[in-house]
């Protein structure tokens, strides 16, 4: 079994990375009509960050999921032939734009390292459960610094600086989260469960157990007010509700949640500046280009409407790689919007192509939750998929125009150094979960009797 699970892993991270090189080449071709010529020190690149976690796997986690990794190196792939192109677009238009694809190279490395590691030093997942309030502390700790750092940017203050380097921690906050949420839940889930009382056929959750939602509320709030970081809160706040239903199975906490979410968004959109100026968009995007003295108060950008110009320019098949002009949404065009670039140049099949791998990655992340044993393992799974769903939506709705914009970066398509790392990281913890339920599943089959 463990074999047969490795040499899938090997095919498909082979297609991962043909599929990485061909569109590398293919990006180079379209814009400068020649061969790119790092094409050989990419093609290196990409068969070593396959080659080490897969080897990484096959020795430390061999009853590991087999798409987990080759998805994850399929997508961190297209997300550095993205930027290979869009470097092309931004450097012709804006004179002193810095190329972002190398660097981004150097982070994947970075991640993939991150990944191994975890695969190397963390035997068991368990582990973790041990340590769930030193995580919670560390969290919010990181979660709030941003609100002590002097200035923003882009309007938000997510970002910690330290000297020349900056990060997000509200990356790597999520992932510990999810550690916090899986213990405390599988400690007090009967608590939470069984007791409560019913109001028209609904069983209310109890005022003693509404502290932890109560707190978990307040805290995003916080970080809309201070930080003014709209995706980092639905995705805090979305984690958990998703958690607690997975573990209790109440329909009322899902309903609690959203209540609460709306209230709390409403009070925050209605009054801070920054947050409403991005409901403002959502709601009157193409007023942008009306006369100054006719747009909606505290509308002052073009990004979403560029964005939903480039999607319908798109149409189903796109412009083509390396054909379109995504580099008009401005700064953002290489984070969050890149995914415009997809829907421009790759149309609605490369969209849902994207999406569906990233679909496919949070199936298998609930497989893992579904394949493990013990009931952290399922909760910190279902938590981590969770997380990665939820960041999708929430960058991919706001760039076509469903929900506000966030300013989060899509994971491992988008420029960012932080992404890239919280989310290799993840990858492991759920190849760690995953390697231990199909361990659990090869010890619990009968071996076959002998004949004669």
Known sequence: MARRRRNREALLLTMAVLISCFGYAYAGLSVNGSFPRGFPGFAASMV???????????????YADPLILPLSILLSGFGLVLLFRLDFAYSARYKTAEPTASGQLLWTV????VCVGVILLLKDHRWLQRYIYVLMAIALVLLMAPAFFPGDTYGAKRWIFIGPLSFQPGEFVKTMIAV?????????????ALTGRKVLGVRLPPGRQLGPILAVWVLSLLVLVFERDLGTSLIFFGLFVVMLYTATE?????????AMAVVGATV????EPHVKGRIVAWLHPFDIFLPEDRRPKGLISSQLADALFGFGSGGVTGTG???GHPELIGFAGRSDFILTTVGEELGLAGTMAVLTLYALLVQRGLSAALASRDPFGKLLAVGLSAALALQVFVVAGGVMGLIPLTGKALPFLAKGG???VANWLLVATLIRISDSGGRALQESVPLPRARG
Do not use: K
């Open 48 to 62: 070593c960050l396959a080659l080490v976690p897969h080897l990484a796997v096959r020795r430390w986690a061999p």
């Open 110 to 113: 970075i991640g993939v390292a």
């Open 180 to 192: 916090f949420f899986a213990g405390y839940l599988v400690a007090h889930r009967d608590a939470l």
């Open 250 to 258: 109440r329909t009322s906490w899902v309903l609690f949640g959203l």
């Open 268 to 271: 925050v959109g209605s009054t």
């Open 321 to 323: 790689l390396g054909q």
């Open 418 to 420: 932080s992404s890239l």
